[in-house]
T-cell receptor, first 114, second 110 residues
Framework: DVKVTQSSRYLVKRTGEKVFLECVQDMDHENMFWYRQDPGLGLRLIYFSYDVKMKEKGDIPEGYSVSREKKERFSLILESASTNQTSMYLC?????????????FGPGTRLTVL | GQNIDQPTEMTATEGAIVQINCTYQTSGFNGLFWYQQHAGEAPTFLSYNVLDGLEEKGRFSSFLSRSKGYSYLLLKELQMKDSASYLCAVRGHYDYKLSFGAGTTVTVRA
């Protein structure tokens, strides 16, 4: 079974803090993704990566950055957290470049910014 | 870009059938996915359609019409554990990103 893990289930930070969210997958997947999920808006893609040290902006990258130094790990960074970044953050990974590739999700990190 | 619409909520009785519709307008199309997400948990893969027609997997079936930009997920013989949010997602033609609808919350009542 594919396993995608995220460093924290719940996180509380203060406005202006730098926040790191970590995601690790154990199936040697090429692709990794970061989403945020908000009520009524669904999942929105923040950033994704097709390979080590490679990153692409998603639909809502503003206020975020990412790092992929190793294939199995994809980090999301909030440089200066703001209250509108309070959300559920979901990491996902998928095998490669086939159109049938399924994305597998981690359990999510519920971030609250005070 | 992608515009994906699905109903916000549906309620059904245990043992019944529920059909969740999803319509999409996309700049390219390379497959449609359905995911199930229980409250507080990660989305899990249910089904994938890339060609027109019906795909059946046990109690769950998914249908796709590419010409109409339309899909549905059919849940048969509903069980209480089927109470969850169901997410429709479309993959674009030139990349492997998924664009998600807002999700449909299904409540199964005894």
């Amino acid at each position: 079974d594919v396993k995608v893990t995220q460093s924290s289930r719940y996180l509380v930070k203060r406005t202006g803090e730098k926040v790191f969210l970590e995601c690790v997958q154990d199936m040697d997947h090429e692709n990794m993704f970061w989403y945020r999920q908000d009520p009524g808006l669904g999942l929105r893609l923040i950033y994704f990566s097709y390979d080590v040290k490679m990153k692409e902006k998603g639909d809502i990258p503003e206020g975020y950055s990412v790092s992929r130094e190793k294939k199995e790990r994809f980090s999301l960074i909030l440089e200066s957290a703001s209250t509108n970044q309070t959300s559920m953050y979901l990491c996902a990974s998928s095998q490669g470049q086939s159109s049938t590739d399924t994305q597998y999700f981690g359990p999510g990190t519920r971030l609250t910014v005070l | 870009g992608q515009n994906i619409d699905q109903p916000t909520e549906m309620t059904a009785t245990e043992g019944a059938i529920v059909q969740i519709n999803c319509t999409y307008q996309t700049s390219g199309f390379n497959g449609l996915f359905w995911y199930q997400q229980h409250a507080g948990e990660a989305p899990t893969f249910l089904s994938y359609n890339v060609l027109d027609g019906l795909e059946e997997k046990g109690r769950f079936s998914s249908f796709l019409s590419r010409s109409k930009g339309y899909s549905y997920l059919l849940l048969k013989e509903l069980q209480m554990k089927d109470s969850a949010s169901y997410l429709c997602a479309v993959r674009g033609h030139y990349d492997y990103k998924l664009s998600f609808g807002a999700g449909t919350t299904v409540t199964v009542r005894a």
